[in-house]
């Protein structure tokens, strides 16, 4: 069954301290996995799309990797305006349709 | 902003009743996906159209039904509701069906059901 498992659930940091999101997928095929920022009550916004084991994308102080078993989320000195659920979807192959499945996200907090 | 657009924003309704959510996909997408997001089992695929033909399905209730009409606007109905299924419902627009497209969410129906 195509799974994904994010973690840690909550991260609290202080502004300027990098951390990591990860997110392990178990998929028969990856089409693609995709990261996304979710604001409380709101929809969830796109960030990155990536592809194949090895591939890396960058915007501002995110920077996203992946390998052929997860993806990472790097922070950058993050700032109080990062605060957000952070959330990984994958694509599989098998699915042959456009249907994400999501991990629980990972609810970030930068403290000041 | 997304493009994606959702209407209403707040539904609070009864137990038993029947509501229809509707979404605008963005100017030139052809895939329409709805999800549904509650806290105990985050984002969960229900189905999605493209052109107008249903595509995939995922865990939707059969008390629950949708459509793309011809100007790709895409309506998701829910019937004989119960408390569980107040949550956030989205939709979701991509250009293409397969992929992998990404996918741009709307603002989100926020269903109570009382």
């Known amino acids: 069954e195509d799974q994904v498992t994010q973690s840690p659930e909550a991260l609290r940091l202080q502004e300027g301290e990098s951390s990591s999101l990860n997110c392990s997928y178990t998929?028969?095929?990856?089409?693609?996995l995709f990261w996304y920022r979710q604001d409380p009550g709101k929809g969830p916004e796109f960030l990155f799309t990536?592809?194949?084991a090895g591939e890396e994308k960058e915007k501002e102080r995110l920077k996203a990797t992946l390998t052929k078993k997860e993806s990472f989320l790097h922070i950058t000195a993050p700032k109080p305006e990062d605060s957000a659920t952070y959330l990984c979807?994958?694509?599989?192959?098998?699915?042959?349709?456009?249907?994400?499945?999501f991990g629980q996200g990972t609810t970030l907090q930068v403290k000041p | 902003d997304s493009g994606v657009t959702q209407t209403p924003k707040h539904l609070i309704t009864a137990t038993g009743q029947r509501v229809t959510l509707r979404c605008s996909p963005r100017?030139?997408?052809?895939?329409v996906y709805w999800y549904q997001q509650s806290l105990d089992q985050g984002l969960q695929f229900l189905i999605q159209?493209?052109?107008?033909?249903?595509?995939a399905k995922g865990n939707i209730l059969e008390r629950f039904s949708a459509q793309q009409f011809p100007d790709l606007h895409s309506e998701l109905n829910l019937s004989s509701l119960e408390l569980g299924d107040s949550a956030l419902y989205f939709c979701?627009?991509?250009?293409?069906?397969?992929?992998?497209?990404?996918?741009?969410f709307g603002p989100g129906t926020r269903l109570t059901v009382t």
């Open positions: 100017s030139g997408d052809l895939s």
């Open positions: 998929v028969s095929g990856l089409r693609g």
């Open positions: 979807a994958v694509q599989a192959r098998s699915s042959n349709t456009g249907k994400l499945i």
């Open positions: 990536l592809y194949s």
């Open positions: 979701a627009s991509s250009v293409g069906d397969r992929g992998p497209y990404e996918q741009y």
């Open positions: 159209y493209y052109n107008g033909e249903e595509r």
